[in-house]
């Protein structure tokens, strides 16, 4: 049985195999461009189930001109860090939840089933073999791209006969540049990112592949992200690539935040969890998961019951936003909140303490 986990690849069984020259490694780079010196690779088959895995040195893949990953798009992926801490030592973030949304969209992708624990322990190995790329600056990070792909070899619409699972690592600068300039977002019901009973709620590359060109149509109006609607009452869902949150005195003049329910079309982030988590442990305000309507949030702009929106995730981890242009509106969404610190300011400082091992937390996992 494929989705048996005692079929799973075992960190045991890796074979290592270094490489004989390291990259050196340059200073600041866009995201994404630059990668270590080793990946990691486990191929499946349904014959022969999961082979022994593989960190060797990085290297293009070779794959049939038929394979079913560029035809018809079955593949997926994850996204998560790894922190250089002021004492030196590396930590991942809730790296389980990580794997645990990687085998939820497996499946829905058809892919085989792995053991989570085993995959963790091996990317674990990876990271510690490509350690010397995570960066001793507090405000970079080492960026682990695991993705899963189907290699089957034929045209057939069916589910994959071979598949390749590998990880790949690279830089990730500093997003404290960025952390303080407020983003503007394009608002049209034109363009859906998910729907009920799609695959909005999985990484699965497909999703972000069809998102581009609403992107490039934001840029047209000034703006740098999209902000997905969904339905008749123009549901608030995501923004770009990230969760949204609304700090707001809500309709029944309580002090709120509040981010969509994970109904389907959210993608569940582990950065919108945990700051779901760590919020509802300070209990200053009410924390709701709801549905946000853009009419809802017109009039609690009208009547300034808006203290802060923001977008989390964790490549920037918390965005503020400034403006949203909607229906040939340009809103304005405040971003400071004159009596105190801002909420994203405090959400940041206490991620950063957390993923950095000033504030000790079972949320790391050390490397
Ligand atoms: C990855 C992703 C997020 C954020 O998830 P994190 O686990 O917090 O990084 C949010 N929305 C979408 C659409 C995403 O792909």
């Known amino acids: 049985m494929a989705d048996d986990s005692t079929q799973s ?41 999961w082979q ?16 079913s990953s560029l035809h018809y798009g079955i593949q997926l992926f994850e996204g998560f860090k790894v922190y250089r801490g002021d004492d030196s030592r590396l930590r991942l973030f809730r790296p389980m939840l990580n794997m645990s949304r ?30 010397d790329w995570v960066p001793r600056s507090d405000s970079a990070s080492l960026y682990i791209r695991p993705t899963f792909i189907s290699t089957e070899p034929s045209l057939g619409v069916k589910r994959p006969g071979r598949a390749l699972l590998y990880v790949i690592l690279c830089q990730a600068g500093s997003y404290f540049n960025s952390e303080a300039d407020a983003i503007s977002l394009w608002a049209d019901p034109k363009y859906t990112r998910a729907w009920k009973g799609g695959t909005g709620d999985c990484k699965m590359g497909g999703n972000y592949g069809c998102s581009l060109f609403a992107q490039y149509e934001a840029g047209d109006y000034g703006c740098q992200q999209v902000l997905w609607l969904y339905g ?27 981010t969509p329910p994970l109904d389907g079309i959210i993608l569940p982030g582990i950065t919108r969890r945990s700051i779901l988590e760590l919020t509802r442990k300070w209990g200053e305000f009410k924390v709701t998961e709801c549905y946000l309507t853009m ?5 609690a702009l009208k009547q300034q019951r808006v203290k802060e929106m923001f977008g989390s995730g964790t490549a920037c981890m918390i965005c503020p936003i400034g403006h949203i242009v909607y229906l040939g509106e340009n809103l304005h969404i405040p971003c400071r909140d004159k009596h105190s610190v801002k909420l994203t300011s405090r959400l940041t400082k206490e991620l950063t303490d957390i993923q950095h091992g000033r504030t000790p937390s079972d949320w790391t996992f050390e490397v």
């Not at 990687?102 to 350690?131: G, H, W, Y």
């Not at 123009?234 to 005195?249: R, S, V």
């Open 232 to 258: 008749q009452d123009h549901q608030i869902t995501e923004a770009g690539t990230m969760n949204i949150f609304l700090h707001w005195i809500n309709q029944d003049g309580e002090e709120e935040l509040a």
């Open 102 to 131: 990687m085998a939820n969209s497996a499946k829905r992708a058809c892919l085989p089933a792995f053991d989570q624990t085993e995959l963790l322990e091996c990317i674990r190995r990876l990271v510690e073999i490509d350690q």
């Open 295 to 299: 009419s809802q949030l017109c009039s």
């Open 9 to 49: 690849f075992k960190a045991v069984d890796l074979v290592v195999q270094l490489s004989p020259a390291l990259k050196t490694k340059p200073h600041v780079v866009d995201f994404g461009t630059v990668f270590t010196d080793h990946m990691l690779t486990v191929e499946w088959s349904v014959t022969e189930g």
């Open 52 to 67: 022994a895995p593989f960190i060797r040195p990085l290297a293009n893949l070779s794959l049939h001109p038929a394979c």
